[in-house]
């Protein structure tokens, strides 16, 4: 028996559970991913024990001589995965990474310009509870109603009449490429500032697969564990300019000490990301996605704009006589994991909306292919065609546990990394 299990059998037995899911069931959730092993185990590491705030070479503890190693590595290898000037490892996640870009270049009830949340934009872009939404004067943009694309003659407009200090770009359910270059050009016509968060498909820029933001904004933001691949943190990329006020914003601004086990997984995570392979990885990613989404669609179900560029996309339920939360529960009972989302111009409730976000970055990471992308996309029809059929669901459940067999996650049953 190891040390958990002996010491505490109720934790072991629910972290032992989630390792037999992660490893049955088909994770679509579009932010998801599995980190490999020896990010786990960074992250389970005596790292967690240290405290250690303050920057390397400049902190308020003792001690700090190793951390202070793996800091810089950090550093320097989110600089060169994205050829940014100057790089911020320490936001524990990707709000913490916005909150801080926030401090640095707003004062309280300054104009800023983000994607709307219903419309596929993410809470820290001005969502009214969010501290965004508290504390600055957010203007939301939106999709074009015909096409479901950024609408930029939306985004000029809305610019012009509020001369926002600050433009967000970026989101967490938009299935198509985003055009930094547009935003930059608006930005600095009416004189703000560009923050893109690519938290979404910051592996994908990794990858080289979707335009790099970094040319473009004066601040990038990032979470580490979607398309990324490292563990559950954040990440802020910029201007050499801003390194000073961003550091001071994220320490002691946002936070207190940074969580060094997790910083010593993102430095993993960045070396993984500069490898051969995972280029490939983040092409079969989006090549997933397009062969998925094409089945969906040859099934009869609708996609918002019509298809995805990108690792995700948006199926409106409706159009087969469902709600979200329903498909997310028939779903879930064939063992596929997925979230229901709102859609543009969505006319139900964000507790049930009209749609939900499908992703395969975990899939893709497991070694799934198109093939099995097919395979995949059937099932979601047949499931969703037959919402109250429980024998089908079971059955369809059972096929995708054998196939799982075939594509171990890289933990396989097992609930840590360590020995
Ligand atoms: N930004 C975007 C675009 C996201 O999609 C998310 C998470 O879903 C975040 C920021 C926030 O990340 P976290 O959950 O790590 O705070």
Redesign the pocket.
């Known amino acids: 028996m190891n040390p958990l299990q002996q010491q505490d059998p109720e934790i072991w037995d629910a972290i032992q559970a989630e390792a037999v899911r992660q490893q049955d069931g088909l994770e679509m959730i579009a ?1 998801e991913n599995y980190t490999s092993l020896p990010i786990m185990q960074a992250v389970g590491s005596v790292l967690t024990n240290k405290y250690a705030e303050g920057y390397p070479g400049k902190r308020y503890y003792g001690g700090c001589e190793h951390v202070d190693v793996v800091e810089t590595l950090a550093i320097e290898r989110a600089k060169k995965l994205f050829g940014a000037e100057a790089a911020n490892v320490q936001p524990h ?3 913490q990474a ?1 909150t801080a870009v926030y401090l640095s270049c707003l004062e309280v009830g300054d104009s800023v310009l983000g994607l709307d949340l219903a419309q596929g934009g ?1 809470l ?1 872009h001005g969502m009214k509870l969010n501290i965004s939404g508290r504390l600055y004067n957010f203007h939301s943009y939106g999709v074009d109603p015909k096409n479901h694309r950024l609408d930029f003659d939306q985004i000029v407009s809305l610019a012009r009449e509020h001369k926002p200090k600050l433009i967000v770009a ?3 359910a938009y299935p198509r490429e985003i055009p930094h270059d547009r935003f930059a050009e608006i930005a600095e016509e009416v004189g703000a500032k560009l923050m893109v ?1 690519m ?2 498909y910051a592996g994908l820029v990794a990858a080289g697969i979707h335009n790099s933001p970094v040319p473009y904004a004066d601040y990038v933001t990032t ?1 580490t564990h979607k398309t990324l691949r490292g563990p ?1 943190s ?1 990440l802020i990329l910029c201007k050499e300019e801003h390194l000073k006020l961003v550091n001071r914003n994220v320490f002691p601004g946002t936070q207190g000490g940074p969580l060094m086990h997790v910083v010593a997984g993102k430095a993993i995570c960045f070396a993984e990301a500069m490898t051969a392979e995972y280029k490939v990885y983040g092409q079969s990613v989006v090549d997933n996605a397009k062969t998925l989404a094409e089945t969906l669609m040859a099934g009869g179900l609708r996609l918002v704009s019509g298809g995805t560029d990108n690792h995700l996309m948006l199926v409106d339920v409706t159009a087969v006589g469902l709600g979200g939360k329903k498909a997310e529960e028939v779903l879930d009972a064939c063992g596929i994991t997925v979230n229901m989302n709102m859609i543009p111009f969505d006319e139900r409730r964000p507790a049930d909306p009209s749609g939900i976000r499908i992703g395969t970055p975990a899939l893709t990471t497991r070694g799934m292919g198109t093939e099995e992308m097919k395979r995949v996309g059937n099932w979601i029809v047949k499931a969703l065609s037959s919402p109250d059929d429980g024998a089908l669901h079971e059955t369809i459940r059972e096929e995708i546990r054998v196939m799982c067999d075939a594509f171990p996650v890289p933990a396989g049953r097992v609930a840590t990394a360590q020995p």
């Open positions: 932010s996640a990707g709000s916005n993410h820290t970026g989101a967490s968060d938290a979404h979470t559950r954040g």
